[in-house]
């Protein structure tokens, strides 16, 4: 099972940007950030495979970027004009092949998006 370290998040103003990473302990096919605000469902914001193909929600369109290493087994979440409702526990979460489930979840990292 592949271990996943998180890293960045924190409390921001609105409009403002933070930087999300995630460390994987071995080569996976795709990875992604997922996000959970209080009362609500955990929602995929990004994903990127191991070839670059991306996928966004409707809601960070043009606001978030993903990016990956694949040498160093890490993906970034850059998050830009960040908004109140970005405000969640932000996840990363990884397949190991295309046909494999996403793995287990971590505590996330806190974000927070002041008014």
């Known amino acids: 099972q592949v271990q996943l370290a998180e890293s960045g998040g924190g409390l921001v103003q609105a409009g403002g940007s933070l930087r999300l990473s995630c460390v994987a302990s071995g080569s996976v096919y795709v990875m992604g950030w997922y996000r959970q605000a209080p009362g609500k469902q955990r929602e995929l914001v990004a994903s990127i495979t191991s070839d670059g193909t991306t996928n966004y929600a409707d809601s960070v369109k043009g606001r978030f970027t993903i990016s990956r290493d694949n040498a160093k087994n890490t993906v970034l979440l850059q998050m830009n004009s960040l908004r109140p409702e970005d405000t969640a526990v932000y996840s990363c979460?990884?397949?190991?092949?295309?046909?494999?489930?996403?793995?287990?979840w971590g505590q996330g990292t806190q974000v927070t998006v002041s008014s």
């Open positions: 979460n990884a397949r190991i092949t295309p046909g494999s489930l996403w793995g287990s």
